[in-house]
């Protein structure tokens, strides 16, 4: 049985340059966890190395996607240029090993009216999706500046993975402080803060009227919904409220997949089937952040009911959601 893993993460060394170079008060700390172990060096190799791993893993394809932040906290103009140029390194790796990698694009969004057209160049390349964050300096994706990316998202068959980034800095001095400096980051990040803040856009994008707008829009969320899965009973209350033509839960199941990123817990496994189905759950490790060993894969696979459940987390939902 083929195992997809749609979440694995690189670095390209010239823009994690730029963006720890950036003022105090606009760098992202969390790239600090590039460094940590061997992880910059994992994040780096686009060869042997990663692939290597994978073997070890039983993965036999993984798609690529940029560590956070990608690109968005830069300027508008260094954005459009790093993004195009980190699309056409995940481009060529993928042309190095067309048979076991593929790749999601990095976007310029903190330039909103060039998201679109670079979308549209790297899925020509042939990225099959693209990575994307919940914010970009203080404009939040469900923003209208946005809509024509979605829009063209849509018509493209581009699915969309928004993956966490850290809270604003008024987030974070509202609700993540007060604790030593690595604490603090941990618990606005991986801890807690990295999670809700991907939550909250969700549904900031599902009351915007992203979906009633752009119903073939597909979206992924990781960590299996960023929380969302899990407080449905309330969430759903805010469909009313807002006028959407259907509850959260129904966007969810008809607009959304939900991936693992490493974390294989049967628990979670079998809550997220209690309120959407299979057929939108997909595997992923969140390499090299996440290492599951072939073991605990296998493990965790026969939490699933049958060959024909396995099949689909394992390999046929991301097949199809991605064209390969």
Request: proline share 6%.
């Amino acid at each position: 049985m083929a195992l997809i893993a749609i979440e694995e993460h690189w670095i390209m060394p010239d823009l994690t340059s730029a963006l720890s170079a950036m003022p105090a008060e606009v760098r992202d700390e969390s790239l600090a966890f590039n460094e940590m172990g061997d992880h910059r060096q994992r994040l780096e190799d686009l060869g042997a190395g990663r692939l290597a791993a994978m073997d070890a893993q039983g993965i036999d394809v993984s798609i690529l996607a940029l560590t956070p932040p990608g690109t968005q906290p830069l300027p508008p103009e260094d954005a459009v240029r790093r993004s195009r140029a980190a699309n056409d390194v995940a481009s060529a790796a993928v042309g190095a090993n067309p048979s076991r990698f593929r790749s999601l694009s990095t976007l310029p969004m903190s330039s909103p009216p060039d998201v679109a057209g670079e979308l549209e160049r790297a899925a020509g390349m042939g990225h099959v999706g693209t990575m994307v964050y919940g914010r970009s300096g203080d404009v939040f994706l469900d923003d209208p500046a946005y809509d024509e990316f979605f829009a063209a998202a849509a018509e493209l068959g581009q699915p969309v993975f928004i993956h966490p980034q850290l809270p604003s800095p008024a987030v974070r001095d509202a609700s993540y402080r007060g604790f030593d400096p690595m604490t603090d980051l941990a618990l606005a990040t991986f801890g807690w803060g990295w999670h809700l803040d991907t939550a909250t856009t969700a549904l900031r994008l599902i009351l915007r009227g992203t979906f009633d707008r752009h119903p073939n829009l597909r979206v992924v969320l990781g960590h299996w919904g960023e929380m969302l899965l899990f407080w449905l009973d309330r969430a759903d209350s805010l469909a009313r409220v807002a006028g959407l033509r259907q509850s959260v839960s129904d966007y969810l199941r008809s607009n959304f997949f939900i991936t693992t990123s490493g974390m294989l817990n049967p628990a979670l496994l079998h809550h997220a089937l209690s309120v959407t189905s299979v057929d939108r759950l997909i595997f992923s490790t969140d390499y090299p952040f996440q290492r599951p060993t072939r073991e605990e894969i296998n493990s965790f696979l026969g939490h699933l009911s049958s060959d024909e459940e396995r099949e689909k987390f394992c390999s046929a939902n991301a097949a199809a959601l991605y064209g390969l």
